[in-house]
């Protein structure tokens, strides 16, 4: 059974219909790449995804569990939501990293105020992830001292030790200097051993290829197109999936 | 009493006990409008428009017009108009017209740094608290709460250092501030008559008292420099 089901997702912002029925799943381990150009939906998607946006209509299920369904008519509290999205976890293209905390600080912080754990197994968890990421002596450490790429890291961090089911990534890579980028999609591949089940909207062709177990193609609200890696890279069927890969793909 | 040296204690002791009356009206105002401040920036925040609309006219009343003439209101107003004198005529009930016409004055002008400070917060800190299953109020007092606090320590002290010195207004309504304490000896007072230099000396204290306040500022934003907003 699908870990992860999305069916129909429609949002509209105003009268721009930015998510023109979107319909996935995903199995647990699976790692699932979404890419395409800018202004397509891939990162509304994955608002959706963690309860940022409300979808007009569709739903979404994890395991077999309802979470969200767009003909229910009351609305869900404040409450509510924020016991189902912790079946998710984002990481931000920005990082978003807490600048008043230290590292450690950044990735107990939710735990110990949801009292998820024990204070000592939070922190022991924390500094394993922290260890994961390869930040062990950062730990003390400020955002403001580390660099792009080295707070991307923590981020990730700070995003699994709410034990999310699956782990979203918006564009991960997106406001980092080139020379940083490796580093992230590292870390990101270094989870894929640990089966995290993972979704990566991304810009990072080679790393769609070469790390997605799946690859979804976005254009204009709707999937184009949805494969393994090389259905969708080596023998894409459709017109705006060819242009878009040729486009991303051109060599100077 | 001609000589400077024997006026000096005589002034030295009546300028000292009218800084006292501008250092209590000084601390009331801060006590009542820092927090009233931010009850008034939550309101013009506020997404009730009727609430919000209301609170942000008050704003610009207060902030519009002299702190004098709201001075004068304040102490005046129930009494000359009203023919019902609430504050009485003693030091009391002149302190005490003073310190809501300056409490109203500066929460008016503190809502508006505080929101300044909280919407300088980005976005994405509040979500990021959202996707780790946080509910509001813990992400307002665990997150937004400190970041908004060390943005608005300049602006703050800025405010507050011009506190000091608008404290003197209230020598309008004849609170025996210092500014009344260094006049009287002009008009003639304790023996000594027709001196201006003790009213020239008065602002030595407000000099010194705004260069501690300014120490303890820098030494704030020094503290708060751990982080980066």
């Not at chain 1, 939906?41 to 994890?62: A, D, H, M, S, Y």
């Not at chain 1, 981020?155 to 980028?181: H, K």
């Not at chain 2, 997150?143 to 943005?151: A, D, E, Y």
Request: hydrophobic share 45%; glycine share 8%; net charge neutral.
């Amino acid at each position: 059974m699908a870990l992860l089901r999305v069916e129909d997702i429609r949002k509209k912002f105003g009268k721009n219909e930015v998510l023109k029925g979107i319909s996935f799943s995903l199995e647990k381990g699976e790692v699932l790449a979404i890419i395409g150009s800018s202004g397509s939906g891939k990162t509304t998607l994955l608002r959706c995804l963690n309860f940022l946006e409300t979808p007009e209509q569709g739903r979404i299920f994890v395991g077999d569990e309802e979470l969200f369904d767009g003909e229910a008519n009351e609305k869900m509290s404040d409450e509510q939501i924020r016991v189902k999205r912790l079946h998710f976890g984002l990481v931000f293209q920005n990082f978003n990293l807490f600048p008043q905390y230290n590292i450690l600080q950044n990735v107990t912080l939710a735990p110990s105020l949801l009292k998820i754990d024990t204070p000592q197994n939070i922190e022991a968890h924390a500094r394993e992830l922290i260890e994961k990421v390869g930040l062990t002596e950062k730990a003390a450490q400020y955002p403001c001292e580390l660099s792009g790429g080295q707070q991307q890291r923590v981020a990730i961090a700070r995003a699994l030790a709410m034990r999310p089911d699956i782990l979203c990534f918006d564009e991960p890579t997106s406001a980092l200097d080139p020379e940083l980028t490796g580093e992230v999609l590292k870390a990101i591949k270094g989870l894929k051993s640990g089966d995290s089940t993972m979704i990566v909207v991304t810009h990072e062709m080679e790393f769609a290829k070469n790390v997605a177990d799946r690859v979804i193609f976005m254009a204009d609200g709707v999937i184009e197109e949805e494969g393994t890696p090389a259905d969708v890279f080596d023998h894409p069927k459709s017109e705006k999936t060819r242009a878009f890969l040729q486009n991303s793909l051109e060599n100077f | 009493m001609n000589t400077f040296f024997e006026q000096f204690p005589i002034v030295f002791n009546a300028l000292n006990v009218g800084f006292l009356q501008t250092m209590k009206l000084f601390a009331v105002t801060l006590l009542g409008a820092i927090p009233l401040g931010l009850l008034i920036c939550f309101g013009s925040m506020s997404r009730f428009k009727p609430l919000s609309s209301v609170v942000r006219t008050i704003v610009w009343v207060v902030r519009g017009s002299p702190l004098m003439i709201q001075l004068l209101i304040v102490y005046y107003f129930p009494g000359l108009v009203l023919k019902t004198a609430i504050w009485g005529g003693g030091e009391h009930g002149r302190f005490i017209a003073a310190s809501i016409a300056f409490i109203l004055n500066y929460a008016c002008y503190f809502s508006e740094i505080y929101r300044g400070g909280i919407q300088g917060v980005p976005h994405g800190q509040q979500e990021a608290g959202q996707v780790l299953g946080l509910s509001r109020r813990q992400i307002f007092f665990k997150i937004t709460l400190l970041q908004m606090i060390k943005r608005i320590v300049p602006p703050m002290s800025n405010e507050i250092i011009t506190l000091v010195k608008d404290t003197s207004l209230a020598r309008i309504i004849a609170l025996q501030e210092i500014i009344w304490a260094g006049q009287a000896f002009m008009k003639g007072s304790q023996g000594i008559s027709g001196q201006i230099w003790p009213l020239f000396f008065t602002a030595v204290y407000y000099l010194v008292f705004s260069g501690i306040l300014t120490i303890l500022f820098s030494k704030l934003e020094k503290k708060l420099s751990y982080f980066k907003v």
